[in-house]
């Protein structure tokens, strides 16, 4: 069974425009749940009339923690060989898709992978979802210089391989790993918290995110993060310094870090 976490924040338009979830939602191997950050009685009503697990909390969660919150939902239900997919609104994939992403996990002994995003229905301008993790450095240029030496070129990659992290647009997880990962680290409000799990995965279980090249998909991505001094700016900086923190050992994680 696929068992679907998609987090809105007001995503009701793109959710309706792509009307993809309900698509996914009538196949009977996928189960699909809508965490709604925001109380949207349109998004609940919609989802109700698509046969959409809808869930809300009354506090706003930060994408990590919404993404656990979903997991804990299906807690009762979901199996340990069961896959977890953390699933953007913008992003559109099929069921058929989903289930030959998840049959090469399993040729491949893959506890986390990811497929091969679009920003184009031509599938001729490729997301840059797949990267090496970043140092200080890395940072450092990107923010300053708008130069990202992290990105991995999925030109020339041609069958599954094994990657340091993936976007968390669409990250694709073995339900048990999940679990063993203790989800996402809550101390993320938003940005980083992709890599943080990649991060751990790779340095707690030496397992690296495997990249599906055959298996393309859309994503409508909006960026907020570049600009400067913006409220997205400023999150993704204290997000960037939280992983560096986390990754050099100056902050240590324990049980109370991973909700």
């Known amino acids: 069974m696929i068992y679907l976490s998609v987090v809105s924040h007001g995503h ?14 009538k196949d009977k191997e996928v189960k699909v749940c809508v965490k709604d950050n925001l109380k949207d009685p349109a998004l609940e009503q919609y989802c109700q009339d698509n046969d959409i697990d809808y869930v809300t909390s009354y506090e706003i969660m930060g994408f990590g923690e919404n993404n656990n919150f979903v997991y804990d939902f ?16 913008d992003v559109d994939v099929s069921a058929e898709k989903l289930k030959i992403a998840t049959n090469i996990m399993l040729e491949q002994q893959a506890e986390i992978a990811t497929i091969n995003l679009y920003r184009d229905v031509e599938f001729l301008v490729p997301d840059n979802s797949i990267r090496y993790f970043p140092n200080v450095r890395d940072f450092f240029t990107s923010y300053f210089m708008g130069k990202n030496t992290t990105i991995i070129n999925k030109g020339n990659i041609h069958e599954p391989q094994f990657v340091d992290w993936a976007a968390g647009s669409f990250l694709l997880f073995k339900s048990g790993f ?27 279980f030496s397992q690296k995110v495997l990249f599906i090249p055959s298996i393309k998909g859309l994503h409508y991505a909006q960026f907020n993060n570049r600009r400067f001094l913006s409220k997205h700016f400023f999150w993704h900086v204290k997000s960037a310094l939280i992983f560096l923190m986390y990754r050099y050992g100056l902050r240590k994680k324990t049980r109370s870090n991973i909700k």
């Open 74 to 89: 299906y807690s009762g239900v979901i199996k340990d060989d069961d896959f977890f997919v953390v699933f953007n609104p």
């Open 178 to 204: 999940f679990h063993k990962l203790k989800g996402f680290n809550c101390k993320y409000f938003m940005y980083c918290e992709d890599v943080d799990i990649c991060w751990r995965a790779y340095s707690l």
């Open 12 to 25: 009701i338009d793109i959710i309706k425009s792509l009307n993809s979830l309900p698509k996914l939602a």
